[in-house]
């Protein structure tokens, strides 16, 4: 138990302070060019990164998921918000899960 | 009160995602031997969820506080970037204390809609992570006590809601932006090599989402150095 805290302090701890820092110590507004390109593109990057190729394997099954994000991907391009595209990505894999019981 | 009911409404899918997610987490905590309140102890207080992966499997072994340390660290980089992207869209409103204790929010997913404003004021961020911040307690909380009884084929799709949302916040803009169509799909390439080549798979993916992700904004902010203006009218 002595352990588990002395760990969830490090856990916790390190996770805060590396977004905290770099949060409170850059006050002024960066005016490079390439700098501040560079953190326009970091969010684009760091979703892709982490849904390509990792999201094809969300549901446990490579069709489902696929079948999900092929139609969240139709609605998100049609403008759709975040809610809309998160929930009929989900019920187009349900759908394609349930269907691929029946067979 | 009006930017907190705001951001709350922004927040809402994010929540939605997150309880998914964290379900798993809860469901493999406890398989590790954790008990619920240690589970929902570290998502309180940690709200990440490849960081809170890797740490509970360093916890299962006694005494293990530097490679614990060390591999935060590494996992954890993209926030320091995310944070200094951050400082730069933030209202002058958002200083002093309100910074110390709301950059505790700052995850992927959180950052990546507070990005999509312009001027974040302190009260809209605070919406913007109460969602995702119950949906990750809660999830744990649920994952650790019923993970088992929940049909899996209900579980299994829910699992998709989080990529779901990534989707809707990078393809608007995707669309409209040759320079990020770009930027997204040489990361896309590179994440795929480092996925699934042999060696390079062997790479956790708390780095290689770093690697990729600094990687392709690096080439992308040196082929398409945006105009000021330009990203202020994003």
């Known amino acids: 138990m002595n352990d588990f805290l002395i760990y969830l302090l490090i856990l916790s701890g390190s996770t805060y302070l590396i977004r905290v820092i770099p949060f409170v110590a850059v006050k002024e507004s960066i005016t490079n060019r390439y700098i501040k390109s560079f953190l326009y593109y970091i969010p684009y990057s760091v979703l892709v990164a982490m849904t390509i190729p990792s999201a094809i394997y969300a549901t446990g099954n490579v069709i489902s ?3 999900g994000l092929i139609v969240g991907g139709i609605f998100a391009y049609r403008g759709k918000g975040l809610t809309v595209v998160a929930i009929i990505s989900c019920v187009s894999a349900f759908l394609v899960e349930c269907i ?4 | 009160m009006k930017q907190y009911l705001r951001g709350l409404r922004l927040g809402f ?5 997150y309880l998914s997610v964290s379900f798993t987490f809860g469901i493999m905590a406890v398989s590790l031997g954790f008990s619920w309140y240690q589970a929902v102890l570290i998502s309180m207080l940690t709200l990440t969820s490849a960081g809170q992966l890797a740490g509970i499997q360093v916890m299962v072994n006694p005494g293990q506080y ?3 340390l060390i591999s935060q660290l590494t996992i954890n980089m993209r926030y320091s970037f995310m944070s200094v992207s951050l400082s730069q869209k933030v209202s002058p409103k958002f200083k002093g204390i309100k910074r110390w204790l709301l950059g505790f929010f700052i995850t992927d997913e ?3 809609v507070a990005s999509q404003e312009n ?3 302190p009260k809209l961020f605070l919406g913007l992570s109460t969602a995702p911040w119950i949906g990750w307690t809660l999830g744990t909380l649920l994952g650790s006590l019923i993970g088992n009884i929940l049909p899996e084929i209900v579980m299994c799709s829910l699992c998709i809601a989080i990529y779901g949302m990534f989707l809707a916040i990078v393809i608007p803009p995707a669309k409209k932006s040759k320079p990020i169509l770009i930027v997204i799909a040489i990361t896309a390439v590179l994440n795929c090599i480092l996925y699934y080549v042999p060696y390079l798979r062997d790479i956790p993916s708390g780095i290689s989402i770093s690697i990729c ?3 392709a904004s690096l080439i992308g902010a040196f082929l398409f150095p945006i105009e000021s203006e330009e990203i202020e009218n994003e």
């Not at chain 2, 899918?13 to 995602?17: F, R, S």
């Open chain 2, 110 to 112: 959180i950052f990546a």
């Open chain 1, 100 to 103: 691929m019981l029946l067979f």
């Open chain 2, 66 to 68: 530097i490679a614990m």
């Open chain 2, 13 to 17: 899918p994010i929540g939605l995602g």
């Open chain 2, 213 to 215: 992700a600094i990687t």
């Open chain 2, 119 to 121: 001027d974040v004021e």
């Open chain 1, 65 to 67: 998921s696929v079948a």
